[in-house]
């Protein structure tokens, strides 16, 4: 019998800005190694390919190389959504061709027997869409399913706009069953399906090439905030063995990887059992790598011995989790962070070794009951301690704590449409914090980092800013 194939998608984005800040299709991965493991082929489509259209081709802005591996897409202006007709931006379509990637659907050695589409932000639900639609014009028999963070947070406005076949909201737990019914053929590794522990290594080498490496090495937050979706989308804390981490990333350097950013989203909490014994292995072996956390660190969880161990590992970038300097929003929020203990940690940081444009904080901006002077304060506080503040728009997201509130707030429908949930729409603007107010605190920050960063004498300066 035929072995059966599927083929993996990771499809377009649309937005005003999207920086490829370390931007893999993770899920996409795992999910490729587990079909390989169960005896099925499979292929990858990467629509968000870079330096993929080799000659000038018409109307296509070329991306651009940035420090560590980062950078910036290739992309294409589109037209702007309705809901975002008031937005003085150019809108846009990241990533290859339509003709790129029907020509690498061509190229298949076959017909896959199944399509399976990721989706990451909901708000860039237009580019699954045209994704899916371009699929489907060049492969219009074959069934096509959704899954990932849009699917599973936006799930009725999956089924209703997407165009996929089948969009599926259930853990990949459940997938086994779904792809025995489909491709009529038994999967043989179910149990890895089942846990994240028992996950294997991600499928790199269905990718195209790529500069760095994206590491998981825990699931779960062992914290509660109220305007975050990840305990609704992993609700238990797992982690992986630190030997199958070290052997992705020795894998990684072996072929010329320097670079590894951590998706995690607790990873000096849930994922520590792991980084602790892994970065002593890196450190024994005396490789040279560099880790970066664009994903915020828990400051609480910094103490002396492991900013070393961090430190000597080769962390390189850092972002801590602030969110702000009101006391009472952040005991509201979720008690990440005070403000005595990130000073603590600031000045630990900068005596362990890294310098400022190394180090950079998180901080929220227009949550519900928040006003911009709150804003300046905390941008002011973090500058003062030596790290760079970076602002994070915030945006409702389904299903969290603080979206009923929002949707209170808002004066946009953003139950019904999830463009209004874009960090840089921000749909909670009101009369004491205004769309013009985000604008200017963004630059404020911006202009903060840039004299910070000067005075420190470092040599780049906005290298991961939005
Ligand atoms: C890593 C990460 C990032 C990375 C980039 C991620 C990327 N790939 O592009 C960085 C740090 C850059 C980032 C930035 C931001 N992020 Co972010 N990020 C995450 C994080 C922590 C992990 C995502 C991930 O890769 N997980 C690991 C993989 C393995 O999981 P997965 O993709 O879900 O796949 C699993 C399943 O979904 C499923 N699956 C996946 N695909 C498919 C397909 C099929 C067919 C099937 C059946 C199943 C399936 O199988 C996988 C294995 O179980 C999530 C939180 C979370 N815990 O999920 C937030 C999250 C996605 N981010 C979020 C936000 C808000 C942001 C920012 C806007 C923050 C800000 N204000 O600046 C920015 C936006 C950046 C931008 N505009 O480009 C929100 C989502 C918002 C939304 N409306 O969708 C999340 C949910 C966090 C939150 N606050 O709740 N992020």
New binding site residues.
């Given amino acids: 019998m035929k072995r059966p194939f599927v083929l993996l998608v990771n499809p377009w984005?649309t937005?005003f800005?999207?920086?490829d800040?370390?931007?893999?299709?993770?899920?996409?991965l795992?999910?490729g190694a587990l079909l390989k493991g169960a005896g099925i082929d499979v292929a990858l489509i990467d629509c968000l390919e870079r330096n993929s259209n080799s000659e000038k081709t018409k109307g296509i802005i070329p991306g651009k190389e940035k420090q560590f591996g980062t950078g910036k897409f290739d992309k294409r202006p589109i037209e702007k959504p309705e809901p975002y007709k008031s937005i003085p931006r150019r809108y846009f379509i990241y990533g290859i061709t339509e003709e790129a990637l029907i020509e690498k659907i061509s190229n298949l050695w076959r017909k896959p027997d199944l399509i399976?589409?990721?989706?990451?932000?909901?708000?860039w639900h237009p580019g699954v869409r045209e994704t899916i639609r371009a699929i489907k014009k060049r492969l219009p028999s074959v069934p096509l399913?959704?899954?990932?963070?849009?699917?599973?947070?936006c799930y009725e406005h999956a089924v209703r706009t997407s165009g996929a076949d089948f969009v599926?909201k259930r853990?990949?737990s459940h997938?086994p069953e779904l792809l025995e019914k489909k491709l009529g053929t038994e999967i043989q590794n179910k149990r890895e399906w089942t846990n994240?522990t028992l996950?294997p290594s991600p499928a790199w080498e269905l990718m195209p090439k790529v500069k760095y490496r994206?590491l998981?090495t825990s699931?779960g937050?062992p914290f509660k905030c109220s305007?975050?979706?990840?305990r609704i989308?992993?609700p238990n804390q797992e982690y992986r063995p630190f030997t199958l981490l070290l052997s992705e990333i020795l894998e990684g350097y072996q072929s010329g990887i320097r670079d590894f950013a951590f998706?995690?989203?607790a990873l000096l909490f849930t994922g520590w059992q792991v980084v602790k014994p892994l970065l002593e292995e890196i450190r024994k072996l005396g490789i040279s790598v560099r880790f970066h956390t664009?994903?915020a660190l828990h400051v609480r969880a910094l103490n002396e011995k492991r900013c070393e161990l961090l430190f000597s590992g080769g962390f390189k970038t850092i972002r801590l989790g602030l969110e702000t300097t009101s006391k009472e929003h952040q005991k509201k929020w979720g008690q990440k962070a005070e403000n005595k203990e990130f000073t603590r940690v600031a000045k630990l940081l900068l005596k362990t070794g890294w310098e400022t444009k190394d180090i950079g904080a998180?901080l929220l901006c227009g949550v519900p009951g928040q006003k911009p002077s709150e804003v300046k304060d905390s941008i002011d506080f973090v500058a003062d301690n030596g790290i760079l503040p970076f602002i994070?728009?915030?945006?409702p997201?389904p299903k969290?704590k603080i979206w009923n509130e929002a949707k209170r707030i808002s004066p946009f429908d953003i139950e019904k449409e999830?463009l209004y949930?874009?960090?840089?729409f921000f749909a909670c603007r009101r009369s004491d914090f205004t769309y013009e107010d985000m604008v200017s605190l963004k630059n404020y920050a911006r202009r903060v980092r840039g004299l910070l960063v000067t005075s420190s004498k470092a040599s780049s300066t906005d290298t991961f800013s939005?």
């Fill in positions: 984005i937005d800005a999207a920086f800040l370390w931007s893999k299709p993770l899920g996409l795992y999910i399976l589409v990721t989706s990451i932000m909901t708000y399913w959704l899954g990932g963070i849009y699917a599973r947070l599926i853990p990949i997938l994240f996950f994206v998981l699931v937050c305007y975050c979706a990840s989308l992993q998706y995690d989203d664009p994903n998180y994070a728009e915030f945006s997201i969290t999830p949930h874009n960090n840089s939005s």
